[in-house]
């Protein structure tokens, strides 16, 4: 019996010399319980806003002429944007090979509006077929000129206008 209790005391005195060993490993090693991985947002944290993008310019200077992107008055169509679609839609002519190829989509048109009001410099910012593209441009380029030019500041300004036209078969 005494051999018994000995090799017990022998295991709870090993056991009793671990104890300290791991109680310091314990205090020293970060937990990882509870906390979440360094990518997550905790619920009582709101996420921070993106940073903002610088704004662009709000003109661009081309043969000494200042074309406006930002106005504070926009320009006037004679009789308004729906007399301006209803030119569009009167003037436009549904190209027949982009017919036969069952064409559909948006052609974007960008122009400057002079402070004379008359349409310049039409281009195609994003076409879908050179028919379509052509007509676009064609129907643009035959606005009438408009009532009102754009204004920045109370003056009258050159104003970079850009202009869908839709393609849709019937």
Known sequence: MKNQSSSTINVIFKWLAIIPIAAILIA????????????????????????????????NVNNGDTVWFRVDEFPVFPGGNDALSGYIAKTFIYPEAAKKKKIQGRVVVGFVLTTDCKVVNAKIVTGIDPDCDNEALRVVNSLPQFEKPAFVNGRPVAYHFTLPVHYKLQ
Not at 50 to 57: F, N
């Open 28 to 59: 020293t090693l970060p937990s990882c319980k509870g906390k979440e991985k360094p990518s997550a947002i905790s619920s009582d944290e709101a996420a921070p806003p993106p940073p903002v993008p610088p704004s662009p310019l709000p003109y």
